[in-house]
């Protein structure tokens, strides 16, 4: 799968080289093979992982004219990036077959992204990516203060590394449209929230498998040191590390 620097013209053959090979899953229904429905899981998500890649590259002739996309676009094809980027780093992992627990905190944040996205292109509302934009800039507004304060205590004098952080703050803000003065420095989450977005895409069910138990692997909660970092002796009650990896999806053994 090619993984262009620069957006290229959408003609047929460009498409393509940007497509993984189709997977053949014909007998598929049939088959009880573990290891070969993982073979062709494991193929599935190249190839899905390569649409997604693809996607983010589309310019209609709106954007075409313009030499690129407007703000809104440019936040729902920045999430079809940042998909496609993860997606391949599972796929890098999942090819050794036993990275499961990393695989997981990955694959929330990869859900996280594309019901945000879902939920952008659905509400079709300015308001929502105003809040996602201006929402997301309260740790730098904290960091501006934190840093302002540092200078008011030296008198004015500004180490090289926060002159660094401020021009990091300053770009960021400028690109966004949004003075970090004005930024809250802290926010509820844009839209309501996951749980909010999710029920608003009639599918707040999800919420605990999407958001809530992959959200273990991301913290380090009890429940990921106990499933997957800890052994536990149940006749001592007593524990010892667990350094080996869990089985997941994975890539044929001959790859």
Not at 78 to 87: A, C, D, T
């Amino acid at each position: 799968m090619m993984y262009p620097e620069e957006m290229t013209e959408g003609t047929p053959e460009a498409l393509e080289k940007m497509l993984s090979p189709r997977v053949d899953t014909s007998g598929i229904a049939g088959e009880i093979d573990e290891e070969k429905l993982n073979v062709i899981v494991f193929e599935l998500y190249k190839e899905a992982m390569s649409v997604v890649n693809l996607a983010a590259h589309i310019l209609d002739e709106a954007s075409t004219a313009r030499g690129g996309w407007n703000r809104n676009q440019a936040i729902c094809a920045g999430l079809l990036v940042r998909i496609s980027k993860f997606m391949l780093v599972v796929v890098q992992l999942s090819a050794k077959g036993d990275r499961a627990e990393v695989v997981s905190a990955l694959n929330r944040s990869i859900m996280e992204s594309a019901i945000n996205l879902e939920f952008l292109i659905r509400a079709s509302d300015d308001k929502y990516f105003d809040q996602f934009v201006e929402f997301s800039l309260g740790p730098e507004r904290e960091l501006y203060d934190l840093i302002q304060a540092n200078v008011a205590a030296r008198n004015g004098e500004v180490l090289p590394i926060e002159r660094r952080m401020l021009e990091s703050i300053g770009d960021v803000c400028c690109a966004s449209g949004v003075k970090i003065e004005d930024a809250a420095r802290r926010h509820g989450d844009w839209g309501g929230g996951l749980r909010s977005r999710l029920k608003a895409l009639n599918r707040e069910e999800q919420y605990v498998s999407m958001q809530r138990i992959p959200s273990h692997a991301v913290h380090g909660t009890w429940v990921d040191l106990y499933k997957n970092h800890l052994e536990h002796n149940v006749e001592t009650d007593t524990y010892s590390p667990e350094p080996r990896f869990s089985p997941g999806m994975h890539a044929s053994s001959d790859r």
